[in-house]
């Protein structure tokens, strides 16, 4: 059976230091790709209606989903806390032949929330960026303002009940989170706010892992901000 052993919870400090360019810098220093290089199943599934423009993939990472976003005819802008994931992206775009359709940026979360400065997207979509609690509504407000009107604001992100069915450890309470989080963070759960919610769902998936298939759950919140 897949299970973890029990952690001790992390300081707030010992999860902010997960978020440092360093951290990522090295974890992202191998030769190796540390993710797949296949897009998110639910990027594909949540933008296979949408029409293509302008895209801003937060916290891309090594850019699967970037790389996937600019062969389906969006213009990307791709942003990491490390510079060695973004010139690992900037290769594998150049390769699949979409280097000209993607832009990347250095972008720590931590120091300033805003992913782009004033600049807006058709779409922002931001996959697996676990936060602490206390930075999670300025973080993510922040990303949230990178959206244009009309755009869409795509959260992808593991729930929390991977903790409780052993699926992964937490290294801290509430680094995960429920759909429920980003709504009441945004004001997306008022009737007359800004946005419109048009997914908030849990949906299970199988995972590959080394001692066969694992069913996890994740969060994913599709919103449109309003004219
Ligand atoms: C779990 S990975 C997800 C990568 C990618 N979105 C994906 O789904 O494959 C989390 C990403 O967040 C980035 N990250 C961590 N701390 C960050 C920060 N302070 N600001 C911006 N990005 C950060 C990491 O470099 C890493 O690429």
């Known amino acids: 059976m897949h299970r973890h052993e029990h952690h001790r919870d992390q300081t707030l400090d010992e999860l902010r230091d997960a978020l440092s360019a360093g951290f990522w810098d090295e974890r992202y220093g191998g030769a190796d790709r540390v993710w797949s290089g296949r897009p998110n199943q639910r990027l594909v599934e949540q933008v296979a209606d949408l029409t293509p423009g302008t895209a801003l993939d937060v916290a891309c990472g090594e ?19 490390s510079e060695v994931a973004l010139g690992k992206l900037a290769a594998h775009a150049e390769d699949e032949g979409v280097g000209d359709r993607i832009k990347v ?27 602490p609690l206390p930075d999670f509504p300025a973080i993510y407000r922040g990303i949230a303002r990178a959206v244009a009107p009309g755009g869409r604001l795509l959260v992808t992100a593991h729930h929390p009940d991977d903790v ?41 998936r199988e995972q590959a892992t080394p001692e066969g298939p694992l069913l996890v759950r994740d969060t994913v919140v599709r919103l449109r901000r309003r004219t």
Request: no cysteine.
């Open 63 to 81: 850019g699967g989903d970037a790389v996937w976003l600019a062969k389906q005819g969006w213009r990307v802008t791709a942003v990491d806390v």
């Open 164 to 204: 409780t069915t052993g699926a992964r450890h937490d290294h801290g309470p509430g680094l995960m989170f429920e759909p429920d989080r980003v709504l009441t963070t945004l004001g997306a759960d008022r009737p007359d706010g800004a946005w419109e919610v048009e997914v908030a769902d849990t949906p299970v």
């Open 105 to 131: 940026g250095f972008y720590d979360a931590l120091a300033d929330p805003r992913p782009a400065g004033r600049h807006t997207f058709d779409l922002v979509t931001v996959s697996f960026l676990h936060v």
